[in-house]
């Protein structure tokens, strides 16, 4: 998750981008936080995902995902 931040931190544009996302669904879910919630989030599950696939070793069954869904934050290069 630190390695998340981080590079949204480096990449404002997905940073923008994952908090509208973020605020329009908890608009939706009446600001509370569910799993139902998290599930209608798919640019944070392709953040989390792009992170895990970067900056994890490869151990099997630990970062599981379609690899259509993975956004690598860390190909991106800084304007």
Do not use: W
């Amino acid at each position: 998750m630190a390695f998340a931040l981080y590079e949204l931190a480096l990449h404002p544009a997905i940073q923008d981008r994952l908090r509208k996302e973020i605020a329009q669904v908890m608009e939706k879910y009446n600001q509370v936080l569910t799993y139902e919630a998290i599930q209608d989030m798919p640019y944070l599950d392709m953040v989390v995902s792009g992170e895990c696939h970067s900056y994890l070793p490869h151990i099997p069954g630990l970062c599981t995902t379609n690899s259509r869904n993975i956004l690598p934050l860390s190909s991106l290069q800084r304007p």
